[in-house]
């Protein structure tokens, strides 16, 4: 069974630029959480879907959104972004919502100059 | 609040010297607690998930236990490739997120 892919993997932007990033569930996996991940801060929950809907919701500021499409897929984006954005973003799915065992994908790695 | 506190920050040890790492929690109702493993630039990895105190799984070197309090992480005669950040987290009962702890970095010299 293929495992969770984000894409993509490396991405380079510049301020007030905005990004998107896309997540991909293990096959039959209905729930996809997006982490921020920062030396500082560590491991952060942004927000949750589930079979399309954003079920639970971090403290993150409103320029990170989210959607999820009907396949599962996801794609996490962020606007304006600052130089505090730049951090390794991971997306992690489950297969009955984020109650169960979350599995997580390599990441993005976003720098923001 | 839910808290997660894991200690020690760093760990070195000497290639087959058994060890143990802590997580310390505070949750209004535990639903689960979960370890994870991750190498340098790669996404955690599961390990186990515990539900309830008294239980306890293993994974080659690897057993994790459950207290109402925290949780340990126990290494047997770990290899250099268990180098690691070790990675736990709760989830509550009343909410769906996970809350990790700022892990614990292993080191494993041969």
């Known amino acids: 069974k293929a495992g969770v892919t984000q894409t993509p993997r490396y991405l380079i932007k510049t301020r007030g630029q905005q990004v998107t990033l896309s997540c991909s569930p293990i096959?039959?996996?209905?729930?996809v959480s997006w982490y921020q991940q920062t030396p500082g801060q560590g491991l952060q929950f942004l927000f949750e879907?589930?079979?399309?809907?954003?079920?639970n919701k971090g403290n993150f500021p409103g320029r990170f959104s989210g959607r999820q499409f009907s396949n599962s897929r996801s794609e996490m984006n962020v606007s304006t972004l600052e130089l505090g954005d730049s951090a390794l973003y991971l997306c992690?799915?489950?297969?009955?919502?984020?109650?169960?065992?979350?599995?997580f994908g390599p990441g993005t790695r976003l720098t923001v100059l | 609040e839910d808290q997660v506190t894991q200690s020690p920050e760093a760990l070195r040890l000497q290639e087959g010297e058994s060890s143990s790492l802590n997580c310390s929690y505070t949750?209004?109702?535990?639903?689960?607690l979960f370890w994870y493993r991750q190498d340098p630039g790669k996404g955690p990895e599961f390990l186990f998930t515990?539900?309830?105190a008294g239980e306890e799984k293993e994974k080659e070197r690897l057993k994790a236990t459950l207290t109402k309090k925290e949780s340990f992480l126990h290494i047997t005669a770990p290899k250099p490739e268990d180098s690691a950040t070790y990675l736990c987290?709760?989830?509550?009962?009343?909410?769906?997120?996970?809350?990790f702890g700022a892990g614990t970095r292993l080191t494993v010299k041969p």
């Open positions: 992690a799915s489950s297969s009955l919502g984020s109650t169960d065992t979350q599995y």
């Open positions: 096959s039959g996996h209905r729930s």
């Open positions: 879907y589930f079979s399309e809907t954003q079920r």
């Open positions: 949750v209004s109702g535990l639903r689960g």
């Open positions: 515990l539900y309830s």
């Open positions: 987290a709760v989830q509550a009962r009343n909410n769906n997120d996970m809350r």
